[in-house]
């Protein structure tokens, strides 16, 4: 699969089979991502932190939905901690946590996605549990620095389907010149 057909035919995995994903195809591509370009040469901006087990991460997203729910600001926030049938991550058997500074995280982030698409793997970048990612808890739970704060965090499994595509309309372009 080239590039162009990665980045047009990827779609966000929300399902996922029991199989676990082999620590190899994570390193490759935690590594891939790791190609995104930082904003210096040979700086490296980011740190990669990998979960592993759908019990383990399903146990994570249910703490991920108490906190929203003990936190949320207003009554709208969160709301989807309160759906009874929400999973913070999807039954995935896999979740990478990208840390550190926002624009770099999300460059390697895409990279992450389309990469485990064009390896054949399904992934989900999940917004829900970022609230409870960033406490000190969670951190220290999951390894991950004091002074880094989790940007991404996306699921990695075998999709046990794939959405349709959906038709997109074209975004608007503003021309300044």
């Known amino acids: ?3 162009i057909e990665a980045i047009h035919t990827r779609r966000s995995i929300r399902a996922y089979t029991s199989e676990p994903v082999d620590r190899d195809q994570i ?3 935690i590594w891939d991502a790791a190609q995104a370009p930082p904003p210096f040469a040979g700086q490296v901006p980011w740190t990669f932190n990998v979960v592993e087990g759908a019990a383990r991460i399903a ?3 249910e703490r991920a939905k108490q906190h929203a729910r003990d936190n949320r600001p207003d009554a709208q926030s ?3 901690a309160d759906r009874e049938d929400f999973k913070a991550f999807w039954n995935a058997p896999a979740v990478v946590i990208i840390s550190g500074p926002v ?5 390697a982030g895409q990279t992450l996605l389309i990469a485990a698409h064009a390896r054949g793997l399904g992934g989900c970048w999940v917004g829900a549990p970022m609230m409870w990612l960033r406490t000190p808890e969670a951190k220290i739970e999951l390894g991950i ?3 880094l704060t989790p ?3 996306i699921c990695i499994g075998h999709a046990a389907e794939q959405p349709k595509p959906r038709a997109r309309a074209r975004p608007p372009v503003i021309w300044a010149g």
């Open 1 to 3: 699969m080239d590039a």
């Open 151 to 153: 940007v991404s965090a």
């Open 103 to 107: 624009e770099d995280c999300c460059r």
């Open 145 to 147: 620095p004091p002074d």
């Open 27 to 29: 390193e490759a591509l």
């Open 78 to 80: 969160a709301a989807w």
């Open 59 to 61: 146990g994570l997203g």
